[in-house]
């Protein structure tokens, strides 16, 4: 099968490294050049465009920041003729069901599945990723070897390629609520003059820590937020949720003042600071308040 991937960010890099390593005949392409460097190395061909990455490529697969993106590149990719007729194009990005269903209608002959991921970069490098698979069943079928040789578990969804990205809002927006959440405790114990090795301690064995965030502890605790999800990511994930609960009929308040979280975040610390970050808003606010009763 010979394989196109767009996107060289964290995980389009991953999902790249994780086929050319199962054997896969890999084109690939990023808007910035010089991102590709160790796939190109492991074997992959680095393209001068998306349209020349795609062209001969069985299935395509587009690993992108946001919807702007995804639909910029999808019609660069519809605008070449050359490519095969049974070609299907594979997006797993983190984007609104609106947009999954706009590039359905997009994609050459609709041949089109939405493939979000669940897991980081080294995950799916590891083959331990699990996948979220919306489109038409007979697509999704023909393409079985690749979502075996990608993730540990995958799930159909539903014909429609939106409803495999509202699962995967659901899931970011459990991570990124979870992680607030752990940031307030940690804030308030810093605040209290807890022991913070022992809360860090605890915070590892007591059950009302989700085990998915354990890994964000030290970073929310005391690290740089150098990690591979950004604020400005998450945020924008918590907004597509909020968007798809309003169009039926449902207001997410608590959503709503997540994402707004996620957004004083990249404020404060750059766009591109993990979402771990958001534990110095509250750090921020707290300083403040302490100068403005003292100067009182």
Known sequence: MQIAVLGMGNMGRAVAGRLTAQGHRLSVWNRTPG???????AGAVEASSAAEAARDADTVIMSLADDRAVLDVMERITEQRSAPDSQVVVDMSTVSPRTSRRLADMAPGHRFVAAPIIAAPKTVLDGMASGLLGGERRLVDRLEPLWVRLFNVHWFCGEDPGSATTFKLL?????????????????????????????????????????????????????DHQGWFSTRLGAKDVRHLVDTADAHGLSL??????????????????????????????????RDGRSAAGDA
Do not use: F
């Open 35 to 41: 991102k590709a460097g160790e796939v190109v190395a």
């Open 171 to 223: 899931n970011n927006y459990l991570l990124m609520a979870e992680i607030a959440m752990v940031a307030e405790v940690v804030a308030t114990a810093e605040a209290a003059e807890l022991d913070i090795k022992l809360l860090r301690e605890v915070l590892d064995q007591w059950p009302t820590v989700p085990i998915g965030i354990r890994n964000r502890l030290d970073d929310i605790i005391g690290g």
């Open 253 to 286: 308040p608590i959503a709503r003042l997540v994402g707004r979280r996620y957004e004083q975040a990249a404020e404060h610390c750059g766009s591109g600071a993990d979402i771990a970050a958001v534990v110095e808003v509250l750090r921020a606010e707290h």
